[in-house]
């Protein structure tokens, strides 16, 4: 028997997650980036000296989207990008000081959309809310949750 649509949990899944990255193209616009720009810009000053092939799976785009994206980046001055000391074909990518600045103030903004997402739970419920997203990685992914988790 087919399963309605508003009980399907990888629908709302989806829904929340259009409504999010919409809050946050919102706020990131004000800074000239997009979404995926500023999840780069994100890991980068998380783990400086990625590969661009690093970052596509760390961000969940194509190697492809990701040249555009650290194209893009550094054309602006925001990123940075030299030949590995040992294997020269690779190129690795850090934040500028300009970039560095600028996540600065995008991640404020960022930060005020997931805070109103979060103060919409109590503590209790948010954990056990992350717990259960979680079990849902687990579930589809096959137990390697632990490697997304921030």
Do not use: W
Request: glycine content about 8%; proline content about 5%; charged content about 25%.
């Amino acid at each position: 028997m087919p399963l309605p649509v508003h009980e399907r949990i990888g629908h709302r899944i989806k829904r929340v997650e259009q409504e999010l990255v919409s809050a946050k193209h919102s706020v990131l616009r004000l800074f000239k980036i997009n979404v995926a720009q500023y999840h780069v810009l994100l890991a980068l000053a998380r783990e400086p000296g990625l590969s661009g092939a690093a970052l596509a799976r760390r961000c969940m785009v194509t190697p492809q989207t990701m040249s555009s994206v650290l194209g893009t980046l550094g054309d602006r001055g925001l990123v940075e990008r030299t030949p590995h000391p040992l294997h020269q074909h690779v190129l690795e990518s850090r934040l500028t000081v300009s970039g560095r600045e600028l996540l600065g103030r995008a991640d404020a903004e960022v930060t005020r959309v997931e805070r109103k997402l979060i103060d919409a739970f109590t503590p209790g419920e948010a954990g056990r809310f992350l717990g259960y997203l979680d079990r849902c990685l687990e579930v589809l992914d096959g137990g390697t949750v632990a490697a997304h988790a921030d």
